[in-house]
């Protein structure tokens, strides 16, 4: 499919593509273990992109948010002759606000970008802050509670039970188990099964350690969400937003292995014995041995549409743009019963070809990748009202 032809354009769009890889930090001194905390971009990701977006016109490429205001300085005060910034920068530094640096800088100057806003941005990389949202706005989320950050304490200390206790959800947070995890690491970083808490002992003993691994992050106490994991990928902004996927993530110990790929349980194994996807499952992720691994459903399941709703609710409430996925997991494993609850959102979904889960989720029902992209193009387009008369 000509994809000009697919997005009604007259000419070649001029892009920037900005964007943080992998190859920049290891440069910049950065552990592997850093970069993934950071979601930095590995080489087929920024190829794939810049690939996609090259059919659709110019792309000049800018590694970084440093390399962008260099750019921006260049321009001698005019605004840089791009129709359209792909915006894949993740930051760095200030933990809050790293994915917000790009877009404001970007708005600063007046020019156009896919995906959320500086300001949206800002929360919803803030697990804590999306669920407030997402609460005053009806959307079922669990019950939760937030410990300040450590680094915030007074003399290294603050009373953790009083936090949870002082809860507006403090009746509902007395049921256990609970769990426990930082508000601003993505990528699974932080979150184990060993996060899980039985009793108020053990939930002080999970806080002191997850505070003390991350002492920049307000932590996250929630009632834990017994029931299935699942991923809904979003395109589109507003009232125009759809669901171009869905897909559960089974538990190797609650249904066993996939049937693709049948293997032998060892309930000894850490890595398969778990029921949370965690950092453990996504860097130790065994193709041979997957676990959780995605089952995907039919968009007229009747799981898959309560679980577009929820989604669809929060991304509106969120005032999440162009493209991205929202994690939830029901409320108990009783089907008849369960609800789909919010966890998170990503803004900057992962654009790995053939690996990443929107990838996946938009294969799943027949949008391959050079098109996933042309996509989000024309929903930024559209959500710019950038009509073809604009862009010629």
Known sequence: MPYDGFLGLTRPLKFAFTFDSYSRGLKEGFTLDQLEGLEFAEDATVEGVS????????????????????????????????????????????VAGRESQAPALLEAWGIPHTFSDSATMAVCIDKSKAKMICEHFKVPTSPFAVIPARNSWPNDTVDILACVDNSPH??????????????????????????????????????????????????????????????????????????????????????????????????????????????LNKAGWDATR???????????????????????????????????????????????????????????????????????????????YDQLIAEIVGQALKRLGMSRLQVE
């Not at 790995?352 to 989720?361: A, K, M, N, T, Y």
């Open 51 to 94: 690939s996609a977006l090259k059919k659709l016109g110019t792309v000049e490429m800018i590694d970084g948010v440093k390399a962008l205001t260099m750019r921006l300085g260049s321009s001698s005060g005019s605004k840089a002759d791009w129709d359209l910034v792909f915006n894949y920068c993740e930051g760095y530094g200030a």
């Open 170 to 279: 403090a009746e509902r947070l007395k049921e256990f188990p609970l769990f426990v995890k930082p508000s601003l690491t993505g990528s699974g970083n932080g979150v184990s099964q060993s996060n899980k808490a039985e009793n108020r002992e053990q939930l002080v003993k999970v806080i002191e350690n997850l505070s003390k691994e991350h002492p920049e992050s307000s932590l996250l106490v929630e009632r834990y969400l017994a029931g299935k994991e699942l991923t809904v990928g979003i395109l589109g902004t507003g009232q125009d937003a759809k669901v171009i996927g869905v897909r559960e993530f089974v538990f190797v110990k609650e249904g066993g292995p996939p049937p693709y790929a049948p293997f032998i349980v060892d309930e000894n194994d850490l890595y398969l014995s778990q029921e949370v996807y965690g950092h």
């Open 290 to 368: 997957p676990n959780p691994w995605p089952r995907r459903l039919e968009l007229n399941d009747p799981l898959a549409q309560a679980a577009s709703k929820v989604a669809l609710d929060a991304w509106r409430a969120l005032g999440c743009r162009d493209a991205g996925r929202i994690d939830l997991r029901m409320d108990c494993k009783d089907l008849t019963k369960a609800v789909p609850n919010f966890m998170e959102v990503n803004t900057i979904a992962g654009l790995r070809p053939e690996w990443s889960d929107l990838v996946q989720l938009a294969e799943d029902n027949g949008i391959g």
